[in-house]
């Protein structure tokens, strides 16, 4: 089971069709929002308990959950392979070379859900995995959103055979990223908080693009700069 905390992830959750079970503080019930997903559960035959606000502060683990925790099933035919046999649009992979911030993958989840991203690949060892804190700052994008822990060597050799283009985002990329085409299928590459993407990872690639900084930094946050670059697609994507 999966636990998310706070009104936005259970809605979300609600919505999907998953939600199984809720915890909700007592001290909560006059939030309207709060009020209306104990009606909705209650119309839809979901379990819920009334706690205590000790009781529900002693079961949450992010400290923000507003109240209310849903328990949500963790779906059970997720494959990487699967969803690259069955995306029948042009599909968009995002790998993250260790990423350990939950508030970075939390964020990216979140805008991986708005950009149309069918799956996210983290390595095995090294990073962080989908942690409460990741389901609450993602804001219901990771009920949607896939995160497969593998080899992103596996991953990367697996997804050019199948025709898919591998993009690195790196400073040292030899493009400017709103000057390539990203609409087709495509896999992302992005380094964590403590280093860009692997230089053996990188080589992998079939090309590089940075994003132009004109200040004075280096870089931008893992989390932005994969924005940057999946809104670019969805813009050329309407173009096209």
């Not at 809720?22 to 009020?35: S, T």
């Not at 104990?38 to 502060?57: M, Q, R």
């Not at 990367?156 to 990203?182: A, M, P, S, W």
Request: overall charge neutral; charged content about 20%; some cysteine.
């Amino acid at each position: 089971m999966i636990k998310l905390e706070g009104i936005n992830p259970v809605t979300e959750a609600l919505k999907s069709g998953r939600l199984v079970s809720l915890v909700i503080g007592d001290k909560w019930l006059q939030n309207y929002r709060v009020k209306d997903l104990v009606d909705k559960a209650e119309k839809t035959g979901i379990s819920f308990e009334i706690v205590s606000a000790e009781k529900i502060n002693q079961v949450s683990v992010t400290g923000h959950h507003q109240g209310i925790i849903g328990y949500v099933r963790a779906p059970k035919n997720w494959s990487f392979k699967q969803i690259l046999s069955e995306t029948e649009r042009e599909l968009c992979v995002l790998i993250l070379d260790h990423v350990q911030d939950p508030q970075n993958l939390g964020a990216i989840l979140r805008t991986c859900e708005a950009t149309m991203v069918d799956t996210v690949l983290i390595p095995k060892k090294g990073s962080v995995g989908v942690t409460p804190t990741v389901h609450r700052v993602s804001m219901g994008g990771s009920i949607y959103v896939p995160v497969f822990q593998q080899s992103l060597y596996t991953a990367v050799k697996l997804l050019q055979t199948e025709g898919v283009e591998v993009i690195g985002l790196d400073q040292g990329g030899g493009e400017i990223y709103y000057d390539t085409d990203l609409s087709g299928a495509v896999a992302f590459v992005a380094g964590g908080e403590s280093r860009s993407v692997s230089s053996s990872l990188l080589d992998k690639c079939d090309r590089v693009v940075r994003i132009p900084m004109h200040g004075r930094l280096e870089s931008l946050n893992v989390s932005i700069a994969t924005s940057i670059v999946l809104y670019e697609r969805i813009r050329q994507l309407s173009l096209s």
